[in-house]
């Protein structure tokens, strides 16, 4: 029969017990390798980090020139980037990413909530259509991408090549097919009881979709709006094919203009220009962490 230990009463109100503190090798063995690995990780992922901003303090604009962190520290490089065209990428990449997030949500959800809510000839078709063709490694396309968009031009100038409009067409027709795909297993998660109660009330589809649902469902259009806006950020190859004025480049591409040849590679300004860009992705998280770990009905239903 097990023991129990009362709490001890003084002056007539009871006292919490007093924890036992385990030993440190079975706090160790049940705890501690956590905090050790956990520490590691964090060590091995921040100090790529900790080198990129060291050496965009560097004066002398190298990455190899100086082993030591911080050993000298100047923002020459910040200050040079304003006479270079990074602030005119920048712009670039923020209007394109911005762009394209936003339709992908809006693209994405429209299609999620077909799929789930409507039975209609030809769904499962479709939904098994976008599912192969994801399968495909997107490689394949970028000769089919350069050959459309320049036979396009030739009709639509704007929708051709060196175009910041056809660069976000891409990016759309690309993403639609994975990003449908994860915001359909979301919607289904959404009780359709809610669809039905709405349409009593007298709502139509279109109020029960830009009302309900999609408060509903925000924490998974915050992950698709957050994985669209860091994969288009720093999106290069397709940015490369498509755009070659100068002026229209993102800032994939004209950072790697500044490293592209190896013996006038400047790595300063490169360094300095990455640590900027990481700042937008940063803020964009922080502001959307609220969505991402919110409840997906929390509050919708009253017990």
Same mark, same amino acid.
């Given at each position: 029969?097990?023991?129990?230990?009362?709490?001890?009463?003084?002056?007539?109100?009871?006292?919490?017990?007093?924890?036992?503190?385990?030993?440190?090798?079975?706090?160790?063995?049940?705890?501690?390798?956590?905090?050790?690995?956990?520490?590691?990780?964090?060590?091995?992922?921040?100090?790529?980090?900790?080198?990129?901003?060291?050496?965009?303090?560097?004066?002398?604009?190298?990455?190899?020139?100086?082993?030591?962190?911080?050993?000298?520290?100047?923002?020459?490089?910040?200050?040079?980037?304003?006479?270079?065209?990074?602030?005119?990428?920048?712009?670039?990449?923020?209007?394109?990413?911005?762009?394209?997030?936003?339709?992908?949500?809006?693209?994405?959800?429209?299609?999620?909530?077909?799929?789930?809510?409507?039975?209609?000839?030809?769904?499962?078709?479709?939904?098994?259509?976008?599912?192969?063709?994801?399968?495909?490694?997107?490689?394949?396309?970028?000769?089919?991408?350069?050959?459309?968009?320049?036979?396009? &031009?030739? %009709?639509?100038? $704007? *929708?051709?090549?060196?175009?910041?409009?056809?660069?976000?067409?891409? =990016?759309?027709? @690309?993403? !639609?097919?994975?990003?449908?795909?994860?915001?359909?297993?979301?919607?289904?998660?959404?009780?359709?009881?809610?669809?039905?109660?709405?349409?009593?009330?007298?709502?139509?589809?279109?109020?029960?979709?830009?009302?309900?649902?999609?408060?509903?469902?925000?924490?998974?259009?915050?992950?698709?709006?957050?994985?669209?806006?860091?994969?288009?950020?720093?999106?290069?190859?397709?940015?490369?094919?498509?755009?070659?004025?100068?002026?229209?480049?993102?800032?994939?591409?004209?950072?790697?203009?500044?490293?592209?040849?190896?013996?006038?590679?400047?790595?300063?300004?490169?360094?300095? &220009?990455? %640590?900027?860009? $990481? *700042?937008?992705?940063?803020?964009?998280?922080?502001?959307?962490?609220? =969505?991402?770990? @919110?409840? !997906?009905?929390?509050?919708?239903?009253?017990?």
């Amino acid at each position: 029969m097990a023991t129990t230990h009362a709490a001890p009463v003084v002056d007539g109100a009871t006292q919490p017990a007093p924890e036992r503190r385990m030993k440190p090798g079975r706090w160790f063995t049940e705890l501690g390798w956590r905090h050790v690995v956990g520490v590691v990780a964090v060590v091995y992922a921040a100090f790529p980090l900790v080198y990129v901003l060291s050496a965009s303090l560097s004066e002398n604009g190298t990455l190899t020139g100086s082993n030591s962190l911080f050993s000298d520290v100047s923002t020459a490089n910040y200050a040079q980037l304003g006479t270079t065209m990074f602030w005119t990428w920048m712009t670039n990449t923020l209007v394109i990413a911005v762009v394209t997030s936003v339709g992908t949500v809006l693209m994405g959800a429209a299609a999620a909530y077909a799929f789930s809510r409507f039975r209609f000839s030809g769904r499962r078709v479709g939904l098994t259509s976008l599912l192969i063709i994801q399968m495909f490694p997107q490689m394949l396309a970028f000769v089919a991408i350069f050959l459309l968009l320049l036979g396009l &031009g030739d %009709v639509v100038p $704007a *929708l051709g090549l060196n175009s910041k409009i056809a660069l976000v067409a891409v =990016y759309l027709g @690309g993403a !639609l097919g994975v990003n449908t795909f994860l915001m359909y297993g979301f919607f289904n998660t959404v009780p359709r009881e809610l669809d039905e109660a709405a349409k009593i009330d007298g709502a139509t589809h279109t109020q029960i979709y830009w009302t309900i649902i999609l408060r509903l469902v925000a924490p998974i259009l915050a992950v698709v709006a957050l994985l669209s806006f860091i994969s288009t950020f720093g999106e290069f190859i397709i940015a490369r094919i498509v755009l070659s004025s100068e002026s229209n480049w993102t800032l994939a591409v004209g950072l790697y203009g500044w490293v592209s040849s190896l013996r006038e590679a400047n790595w300063g300004l490169f360094t300095a &220009g990455a %640590v900027i860009s $990481a *700042l937008p992705v940063l803020a964009l998280f922080l502001y959307l962490q609220k =969505y991402i770990v @919110g409840g !997906l009905t929390a509050g919708s239903v009253k017990g």
